[in-house]
């Protein structure tokens, strides 16, 4: 859902047997890919159950209404089938004016249990370390020419920085407070298996 030029690709290529590229016709990220143009905010024009797996990344926070798209995307799937979820936490304004949410692990949470989801596993992913890194090298691009050039020496040290011991440590105590974002994997249980 969102897939854009299809980032992920190569990482589920050979997991599947089938796969279905649907994106909204104003994307700013035109595919080759692209299989079915719908209103990723509306009703999906797919059967109940038609799907084992769905991918949503960064793709939520451009929905105006995320729950109703939640609530699609569990329709579709079969009976356990995987909602995969990724959405940016600390993270700058883009694609505007469609840049509506900035999600916390609770709002995930809920947002899939009144679909009828189970969360399997939400993790949130990188912390302090590679939120820096991240606002340098957007505040770097932001930047007139030729300052990025000048200043890339920043972004380069800071990156050397992030991959040291010390980073990955203050990343792993960081990330539950001050996440980069977040992965979900949802699971599409039968009606009532659900507790409140």
Request: with cysteine; charged share 20%.
């Amino acid at each position: 859902m969102g897939c854009g030029y299809v980032p992920l690709f190569g990482v589920y290529r050979g997991l599947v047997q089938d796969n279905i590229c649907i994106d909204w016709a104003n994307t700013l990220h035109p595919s080759i890919h692209l299989d079915v143009v719908v209103d990723l905010g509306g009703n999906l024009p797919f059967e109940d159950g038609s799907f084992d797996t769905i991918l949503l990344t960064d793709v939520l926070e451009h929905l105006a209404e995320p729950a109703r798209a939640i609530c699609e995307a569990a329709r579709i799937l079969r009976l356990g089938g995987k909602l995969i979820i990724g959405v940016p936490f600390f993270y700058w304004v883009h694609e505007a004016p469609h840049d509506y949410h900035r999600y916390t692990e609770f709002a995930l949470q809920r947002m899939c249990q009144l679909s009828s989801l189970s969360v399997v596993e939400l993790q949130a992913y990188g912390g302090l370390p590679e939120i820096l890194c991240d606002l340098i090298a957007k505040a770097l691009e932001s930047l007139p020419r030729p300052l990025p050039v000048i200043l890339r020496p920043l972004h380069i040290a800071a990156s050397l920085l992030d991959a040291t011991w010390f980073a990955k440590k203050l990343s792993e105590r960081s990330k539950r407070v001050f996440p980069l974002g977040y992965v979900v994997v949802a699971e599409k249980l039968p009606p009532g298996a659900i507790g409140g």
